[in-house]
């Protein structure tokens, strides 16, 4: 059974990151990447209003042989990054244990979604962060039918979901609150009043579900 890790990781901890750290402030989120054997070739949704200095700041960087624009919609641009050499990176990692990246995104850490063919698979992820020292933080590992349970359970979208997993790990619900509002919205690089939204809204599903259709089928 496949079986899901969400795990997130700073920017200069590996080599892509690198690359795309720094000025120009673009926002980053890759294009789902498949196994690809012994190589990985990331395509990236980049949105922002310099491109001429990000394919610069990208095409200059050591292991980068070129960056290809694919596709441009609205104020967005689908590249292609090219590796000079194979190296012992994150995404060498995850192709290497046959995983599915399914999300990846900046959000002052980076935050990958990945799917895996089963446990074993996910083990020898795991066995390649450790003996490089890539420093991933495991947010959560669920298989694919608690993943639809937990769906079902709270009905949460993903974005709802996602501003309710930062808040609790920054500390945004303690009394008193670790983190603020703005802080929260821009690790999540959207308005404050759209991060209040998600979490106002999503904190109602979970309640309701929770509660108040839990106290309905009791009765």
């Known amino acids: 059974m496949s079986v899901f890790l969400e795990f997130t990781i700073a920017k200069t901890a590996f080599t892509l990151g690198s690359v795309l750290a720094g000025s120009p402030p673009m926002s980053v989120e890759l294009e789902r990447i498949v196994p690809t054997g012994d190589s990985a070739m990331p395509f990236l949704w980049v949105t922002g209003d310099d491109f ?21 919609v609205g104020d967005s641009t689908l590249y292609r990054v090219i590796w000079y050499e194979t190296h012992n990176d994150l995404i060498r990692g995850i192709t290497e244990a046959d995983g599915t990246i399914l ?43 608690e993943d639809a349970e937990g769906l079902v359970q709270y009905g949460l979208s993903d974005e709802q979901r996602d501003a309710l997993l930062l808040g609790l790990r920054r500390g945004y619900f303690d009394t008193p609150s670790r983190t603020s509002l703005d802080d929260l919205a821009d690790e999540l690089e959207i308005s404050q009043q759209a991060t209040s939204d998600r979490i106002r809204r999503g904190t109602e599903q979970v309640l309701t579900e929770a509660l108040l259709l839990t106290e309905e089928h009791e009765e």
Do not use: M, N
């Open 52 to 72: 001429d200095a990000f394919e610069r700041k990208v095409r200059g960087h050591e292991y980068v042989d070129d960056v290809i624009a694919l596709d441009r």
């Open 103 to 145: 999300e990846g995104r900046a959000q002052g850490r980076w935050h990958f979604r990945v799917r895996f063919p089963d446990h074993d698979s996910l083990s020898q992820f795991s066995d390649f962060c450790t003996d490089r020292d890539l420093p991933i933080e495991i947010v959560r590992t669920y298989t694919e039918l």
